[in-house]
Each structure stands twice: as structure tokens, then as C-alpha cells.
């Protein structure tokens, strides 16, 4: 899906104070995006919310979720179950895709950054942008090393079921977001 600023070119001056948007006279190219899980069940409720954001954002573009069971072996070692959980979602993340790690020790972004995190990855020749939230004991040193970026939704630890209902609004908030951006020129200071 491209999203273009062209038939809104016209629509408001820019603000005084606003900073030139680099979406300004450019189409945004949006990819699908993938959040990886790793987890026991989810909850019927939480299920019920994950799907509902789905729904939404499919206006924007597609989401596939993708949950990976925690600890696959049953290991008695948090170090194997890490490894075990690591290898797991390798073996699912393509080699053209925009890696986003979440992890306490990310990044601390806001919206406004998330959301041109969102707009982008289509810049960046990734086929798809793939969210990645980790088990009990954090992401292994193969997804480490393959994170495109490691971003953190809160400076409270988040449980994966936390971090999948907070990431899931936040990338529903960023598509009005761009669509602001590319309708205004961004005209507001950020």
C-alpha cells in the first residue's frame, strides 16, 4: 500500500514554528507487519482485544500475529529455554524483514518517533516489519544480533501479554498519526 501526500498538498500553510516533515512531497511505501510472541496461552480477553486491533489496522495494512510457545523443550535452564525460544523465532523472520526488537533496555521512543519508525521501514526495502517481544527471561543473542532496533514500550517491565496489548494500540495510533503528517505537511512542532 503507498500512501501519498499529493492530493493534500494544498489543503494548509505550514505553522509557524513547525518543522519541514520528511514525508513532504514523497508517497510512503507501508509493508505488512508481523509481531512474534513468545508465551503461554493468552488469555480469551486479552485474544478478544488483540483481534479487535487487528481489525483496525487492517485498513491500514496487513498484521499477522504470531505466538511462539515459551520454553518448547521444557527446559529445567532458563539459558536453554532462552536458546530454545531465540531459535524459534529465527527460524520464522525472513532475511528482508525490518527487525524491531522490544525489550526493557530499548530505546525509549514516543508516539511521534513510532509512528515514523512505522512510515519508515517501506523506505528501508524490507519486505514486512517484524515486532519481536521476548519470553520471562528476555530475547536470546541471535535475535540480539539481528534487531534491526530494540525499542522499549515502558520503563516498567511489561509481561508479553502487556507488551502485545500496549504495542497493539500504539500501532494503531501511529497510521493517524502519518496520515496527519502527510495531510498537513507536519504542521505542528515536534
Known sequence: MVISNSIYANLTAPLPGARQCKYTGQSMRVVPIRILTVGKKRSPGVQLIVDEYIRKLKHYCTVDDVQIRSNPRNASDARAQVDDEDTAMMNIIRSDDWVVMLDEN????????????????GNTGASRLSFCIGGPYGHGRQLRERANISIKLSTLVLNHQMALLVLMEQLYRDFPILLTWLSTGCNKVL
Open 106 to 121: 530499548g530505546q525509549d521512543i514516543g508516539s511521534e518517533q513510532m509512528a515514523e519508525l512505522v512510515g519508515d521501514a
